[in-house]
């Protein structure tokens, strides 16, 4: 479930994640740097939600706990990118960007790579599981979630 | 009729355009003008195709962080007094008619009285939208996206596309057809930036993919310019020398958390507009079949089918029948569209060059005139919150 050190999917020198001043996503991101994920559900009334606020959009209790699921789910959009909208991707070729909805959680969705062929042919539909990628950035260390196509349905 | 459109509470015939104006049409970082002084070249131009004094200016409005301050435009004009400055908050394009809409409602209100809503984008000063460079640390939504290269508005619009491309079935000649449209439009405009440079089917489908389901041409432009309007109660719209555009009616808004961050919205194959459609349509009192003509913000062309479905003009399922050619161009397509060549072909001026290109319908100056084009319809940046919508109308549809 863990990427190989010093081969990332996309080139370095893209814009690194951090967490926002009040700290509202820190745990998510610290998660992924211990290849965990985290998200957030309420205490309360138990509805999942991502990304994070710091209040519950169901029954607004403030501070939704942070829970720990497994890194699966299905593909629920994607796009192939050609186009270099970054100095870093200029030789780089296509790559594949896949929304992952995971229904074990709510159906919340959040967006990574999908590794593999960037030419392979894509299904909306199609089950994924999580990869953690680390980059270990001299001051400032992080890690993604990328997806691959399930080996067992 | 909605609670927010009783007979009292309304925009309805209450504001009136009676003058437009727009600065030459530039290819991104091309502009000779520094961006503030193109925002006083279209004002000064708005007012003098009104015909007034341009220190009667009393309230400025605009979107999308507009640069060229309301304080520094009232001091750079000599206006006699401010009385109204109003920034819609967010949504980028998608607050192009919601300008408009803040200036009536300041109007309407009695807080002002000759409002000027306008854009001004140099982008040779400032920075495109499209490239991404230069950024070290990122927070927030772009946090959980750019780190995986979806990084400008292509990209990050292109999934959304995609999602309702495979919901409804709608094919990539729909999309086509909604860049021929705009292109073919242009050739008839000279302001248009892609005036003189044609489009044809072949030409598209043979263009590069700059985010799969988008090709080359399905993408706006990026330019320098500047495009105002001038707006004005009613009661006076007699005394300019145009035929005044009034305001039929116009919306601000989006569905239930169409702002969850990041991708997480659930109506997530949307455009925004189907709370927007409703409440625009309401203060009207129209409906679909009463438009003649449709400027809708082609960010992505994916964007104008779902924008266009959202407005009732056909349910997503007959997007590829509807989306034809031949359906959308002036005088007699079913739907004339984009008739000045829109964000694609005649200039992104951030939509606003659309809300002109409405008073021209109305007016009867365009230079693609559709043969319906007493209530002429502006859709503003799709598939952004907010997003925004007006209707214009001739003295006749009051």
């Known amino acids: 479930m863990s990427g190989d050190a010093g081969r990332t999917y996309l080139p370095q020198g893209l814009p690194i994640p951090v967490a926002e001043a009040d700290g509202l996503s820190a745990p998510y991101w610290q998660g992924l740097r211990q290849s965990r994920l985290l998200v957030q559900r309420c205490r309360h009334c138990a509805t999942w939600q991502f990304g994070p606020e710091w209040i519950c959009h169901q029954c607004h209790a403030l501070d939704p706990d942070w829970t720990e699921i497994e890194p699966h789910g299905r593909i629920f959009s994607w796009e192939r990118v050609w186009h270099p909208s970054h100095a870093a991707l200029?030789?780089?070729?296509?790559?594949?960007?896949?929304?992952v909805e995971i229904p074990h959680a709510g159906g919340i969705r959040m967006i990574g790579n999908l590794l593999g062929d960037p030419a392979q042919?894509?299904?909306?539909?199609?089950?994924?599981?999580?990869?953690?990628?680390?980059?270990?950035?001299?001051?400032?260390?992080?890690?993604?979630?990328?997806?691959?196509?399930?080996?067992?349905h | 009729m909605s609670a927010g459109a009783t007979a009292d509470r309304t925009l309805r015939g209450r504001v009136a355009v009676v003058g437009i104006g727009e600065t030459d049409y530039y290819r991104h970082g091309a502009s000779p003008d520094p961006e503030f002084k193109l925002a006083l070249k279209a004002i000064l131009t708005a007012c003098g195709d009104a015909g007034i004094d341009p220190r009667d200016i009393d309230g400025f409005a605009s979107y999308s962080e507009e640069r060229s301050?309301?304080?520094?435009?009232?001091?750079?004009?000599?206006?006699?007094?401010?009385?109204?400055?109003?920034?819609?908050?967010?949504?980028?394009?998608?607050?192009?008619?919601?300008?408009?809409?803040?200036?009536?409602?300041?109007?309407?209100?009695?807080?002002?009285?000759?409002?000027?809503?306008?854009?001004?984008?140099?982008?040779?000063q400032f920075g495109r939208f499209g490239q991404t460079t230069g950024i070290d640390t990122i927070s927030g939504e772009k946090a959980y996206l750019m780190p995986y290269g979806v990084l400008a508005p292509p990209q990050r619009f292109a999934m959304r596309v995609r999602r309702y491309m495979h919901e409804h079935g709608v094919s990539q000649e729909a999309l086509r057809a909604i860049a021929l449209a705009s292109y073919h439009h242009a050739q008839a405009n000279p302001r248009a930036v892609m005036y003189g440079k044609p489009l044809d089917a072949a030409k598209y489908d043979a263009s590069r993919w700059i985010a799969e389901p988008f090709h080359l041409y399905d993408c706006c432009m990026e330019n320098d310019g500047a495009a105002a309007l001038v707006l004005v109660p009613a009661e006076r719209a007699g005394e300019f020398r145009n035929k005044p555009a009034y305001l039929l009616g116009a919306a601000i808004g989006s569905g239930y958390r169409a702002g969850a961050i990041p991708h997480n919205s659930p109506h997530y194959a949307s455009a925004g507009f189907e709370t927007v459609a409703a409440d625009l349509y309401a203060m009207a009192g129209l409906g679909p079949p009463d438009v003649g003509v449709v400027q809708c913000y082609e960010n992505f062309t994916g964007g104008v089918v779902m924008a266009l479905a959202e407005h009732g003009f056909f349910a997503p399922e007959e997007a590829n029948d509807y989306l034809a050619f031949d359906n959308l161009i002036a005088p007699s397509g079913r739907l004339p569209l984009n008739t000045s060549g829109g964000n694609l072909a005649e200039?992104?001026?951030?939509?606003?060059?659309?809300?002109?290109?409405?008073?021209?319908?109305?007016?009867?100056?365009?230079?693609?005139?559709?043969?319906r084009s007493d209530v002429a319809m502006v859709i503003g940046g799709p598939m952004v919150t907010p997003v925004s919508n007006l209707l214009l109308g001739s003295e006749a549809t009051l």
């Open chain 2, 69 to 124: 301050e309301p304080s520094r435009l009232a001091s750079a004009l000599g206006t006699r007094r401010l009385r109204a400055a109003t920034m819609q908050w967010g949504g980028g394009g998608g607050g192009c008619c919601a300008a408009v809409a803040n200036a009536a409602a300041s109007i309407v209100a009695g807080l002002a009285d000759c409002v000027v809503v306008f854009r001004s984008l140099a982008q040779g």
């Open chain 2, 347 to 371: 200039c992104y001026m951030h939509g606003f060059e659309l809300v002109l290109e409405a008073v021209r319908q109305v007016r009867g100056t365009s230079t693609s005139q559709a043969k």
């Open chain 1, 121 to 152: 042919v894509v299904s909306i539909g199609a089950a994924v599981e999580g990869v953690f990628e680390h980059h270990s950035h001299p001051e400032r260390p992080y890690s993604l979630l990328h997806w691959r196509l399930s080996s067992v």
């Open chain 1, 90 to 99: 200029r030789q780089h070729g296509p790559y594949l960007a896949v929304l």
